[in-house]
């Protein structure tokens, strides 16, 4: 795809100029003249030469096929004027022929295009084939030797022709014979009629190197190539092959057989999903200006030495990505980079071409020290952001790939792309984790009013006992009314404190009902077929916070009517208060006389009476917190079957990942083995030394964190016991206070673990 455009930058441009090295090309590799159905088949398709080639060529182009080599049995005379129907086209002609060996096996043999036919014609008498018109006679050598010949001495290619039929290595072969054959070093390629899973087993264990007597150094590599009798005998996914190379020819065809997992795709695989591609990269400035490179669709790799600009490379493209660097060492390379090799004021240039939800290329510019520019292909600057059209890129310097290592989180987040998520479980584990956090805070509240309440409560001894020695001066008596004025005054205050947390209770939910509907608006549904439709929640929403507004407002009434009747209540009371209050100071006069504090009497009851509510709040705040309790176990359950859930969705992306890398690089998950977050919290809530009883945690392979908290609950003696930690560390750990074992560690995740083998 040529996508040059004037407005993209000079620099892309000469990038797009420049080479981009391999692609993938449509390959039929047994294409043959118009003559071999009558010649093989005694067959008549109708067509003069001229006719047979042009509709071939069309086909070819119609079918997008980009490359054909003339193979005809022992002969090579039809393919100048193959050639020659090709020149106005973009279709590249390899010339060859098909031999049958002595043994009576097929092979193709295929040469660089500009091969003449009489050096063919000499080859082919080089191996017994004297005439030079079409026929069925075998050669003279044997299998071993034409591959040797080909390949070795005459600079092509062979792939052992239909070896599953009449004729193929694999039938025309028996025994020890076959088996040479099959393993012969200079084999690389077979054709077979379809797919390798279409094959009969003992075929199919053969061709996959799993039987251990035709066992091969090296995979064979896999084709399909069926004979081409007419133009179109092409549609069938049997003639042709998709085969990567930087450019048609032997040596792209050799590089693709010796590796055929990434260069050979047949038409009746899968094929890969469409990805976004980075396009093209170019400096203007610093240490790389003017420099331009043309990116490949596939595999990209930087070689050279140090200092040649490899990481330069790297940084840039993190950098016009926006993208962040991993670790703290990373990111001072980085800075170092950007600042001293890419420098200020040099412009960062990346074309990308994006497939989904439409094919459409973006233009990425970034200037240091200045934030990243996104165009489309008219020039127009969009209202993107690189990770809106580049969501999944992920980039990592050698330095980082050493650092992951040390970070298991990291490596669990390679595994991301491969797990099949379930946006049920996220939600769960949002939920759950958000009435977590709420029970903790609630707990942990109770737990402060709780030991506040008990402190008070804890005084009313000392006063009490201070308030008997003045009932046994006769106080109680004397100063009777004045005691029941005490009582009278907290049943007021009482009242007010319930009055006040209805109010508080009315905010909240005041807060509550004030309903977002921006996201059934008509500027968000305009685009919406069932607009209509959907805009009717609109109103429903809006009728909906009507109502409560007035549910609030005759909430907000009868509120004011209590707290006026309270007070109309208090100023009757005030009354009679006063009454009392002017008989106390007389009474208060008399008892200075006899030296007794009749005032501090009074002050004692009226803290007694302030305190002896605190009883039942107490009470009622244990019946909460028990019931919290309840509910926070149950909710810690579900907590830990989510986790079990998300460990098997990544236990299942690892078996994944083992399969397709062939055990290349083993990838073994471990549950709740990334134990970081407990450790942080524990020297945070916890300090001091701490590292023998974390070093203890961290041997213990089947750490349950349920577990770990019911026993730091326990006490200090059975967490030495259970998870062997010094005395002094257990007793810290479990006199740190009920808030620590309340705190919900999110990230006890899976732990990833890499293990290589070069294969």
Avoid at 449 to 472: D, G, M, Q, V
Wanted: hydrophobic letters at 35%; one cysteine or more.
């Amino acid at each position: 795809m040529n996508i040059m455009n004037k407005t993209w930058p000079d620099g892309i441009n000469k990038a797009l100029s420049l080479p981009a090295g391999a692609k993938y090309f449509r390959c039929a590799l047994q294409v043959n003249p118009f003559r071999y159905l009558e010649n093989n088949r005694g067959e008549d398709h109708g067509l003069g030469e001229k006719e047979y080639n042009s509709q071939l060529i069309r086909k070819c182009e119609e079918l997008q096929i980009k490359v054909i080599a003339v193979t005809d049995h022992n002969h090579v005379g039809a393919i100048d004027e193959i050639r020659k129907k090709a020149e106005s086209s973009d279709i590249i002609i390899l010339p060859g022929f098909e031999v049958s060996s002595a043994e009576g096996v097929h092979i193709l043999c295929i040469f660089n295009e500009n091969k003449k036919i009489d050096v063919l014609e000499r080859y082919l008498g080089d191996l017994g084939i004297h005439t030079t018109s079409p026929s069925t006679k075998n050669s003279t050598e044997p299998f071993s030797k034409i591959l040797h010949k080909v390949q070795t001495e005459w600079d092509g290619i062979c792939v052992a022709a239909h070896i599953t039929n009449n004729g193929g290595l694999l039938r025309i072969l028996t025994g020890e014979a076959r088996i040479n054959a099959w393993k012969d070093s200079n084999l690389y390629a077979v054709q077979i009629p379809g797919s390798i899973d279409d094959l009969k087993q003992a075929d199919r264990q053969i061709i996959l190197n799993k039987n251990i007597d035709y066992k091969r150094t090296r995979k064979i590599a896999v084709v399909n190539a069926s004979d081409v009798g007419i133009p179109e005998d092409l549609e069938s996914v049997q003639t042709s092959t998709y085969i990567k190379m930087s450019f048609p020819g032997v040596e792209g065809l050799r590089q693709a057989f010796l590796d055929p997992d990434s260069r050979i795709r047949l038409l009746s695989e899968k094929v890969p999903p469409e990805h976004t591609e980075f396009i093209a990269l170019n400096w203007e400035g610093g240490f790389l200006d003017r420099a331009a490179i043309h990116l490949n669709g596939n595999l990209n790799v930087l070689i050279g030495g140090r200092g040649t600009g490899k990481s330069t490379i790297i940084e840039s493209l993190r950098y016009v990505l926006d993208l962040e660097q991993f670790g703290e060492e990373v990111k001072k390379v980085s800075s170092g980079i950007l600042k001293e090799v890419i420098r200020s004021g040099t412009k960062i240039s990346l074309l990308i071409r994006s497939h989904h939800p439409s094919l459409k290329e973006y233009l990425i510019e970034r200037t240091y020290p200045n934030p990243p520019v996104i165009k489309d292909s008219e020039g127009n600057v969009l209202s993107l952001s690189p990770n809106d059209i580049c969501r999944y890129v992920e980039i990592y310097g050698q330095h980082e790939i050493g650092e992951l290592t040390r970070f298991p989180t990291k490596l669990v987040g390679l595994l991301e792309r491969f797990i099949d998520h379930d946006p049920q479980l996220n939600q769960e584990k949002m939920r759950t984790l958000k009435e977590l956090t709420l029970t903790r805070r609630k707990l942990i509240d109770i737990g402060k009013e709780l030991i506040e309440i008990s402190e008070n409560i804890n005084r009313l001894p000392a006063l009490e006992e201070t308030l008997n020695r003045f009932k046994e001066a006769g106080l109680e008596e004397r100063l009777k009314d004045q005691s029941l004025l005490v009582k009278e005054e907290q049943v007021l205050a009482t009242a007010s404190s319930r009055l006040f947390q209805i109010e508080e209770g009315l905010d909240s939910f005041r807060m509550a009902i004030e309903i977002d509907r921006a996201f059934v608006s008509e500027v968000s549904l305009k685009d919406l077929p069932g607009r209509e439709t959907l805009q009717r929640i609109d109103s429903i929403l809006a009728l909906l916070e009507t109502n409560l507004k007035k549910v609030i407002r005759e909430i907000e009434e009868y509120l004011n009517i209590a707290e006026a009747d309270i007070e109309k209540i208090s100023q009757e009371w005030e009354k009679r208060r006063q009454k009392v209050q002017d008989e106390y100071e007389k009474l208060l006069r008399e008892l200075q006389k006899e030296a007794i504090d009749g005032e501090e009497f009074v002050r004692l009851r009226r803290q007694i009476e302030g305190l002896k509510p605190l009883k039942d709040r107490k009470e009622k705040l244990n019946k909460e917190k028990q019931a919290l309790i309840v509910r926070r176990r149950s909710l810690l359950i579900d907590w830990e079957d989510l986790k079990a859930r998300e460990f098997r969705a990544i236990e299942n992306a690892a078996n994944k990942v083992n399969r397709s890398l062939n055990k290349q690089v083993r990838v073994k998950v471990s549950f709740c083995g990334e134990r970081e977050p407990l450790f942080e919290m524990m020297r945070q809530k916890i300090g001091g030394r701490l590292s023998e009883a974390i070093e203890a945690l961290r041997r213990n392979v089947d750490l349950s964190l349920p577990v770990f908290v019911e026993t730091c609950r326990k006490g200090a003696v059975e967490l030495q016991n259970k998870f062997n930690i010094s005395p002094d560390q257990a007793r810290r750990i479990t006199g740190a206070g009920e808030e620590i074992f309340l705190e919900q560690v999110k990230n006890s995740t899976c732990r990833i673990l890499l293990t290589c083998s070069l294969m």
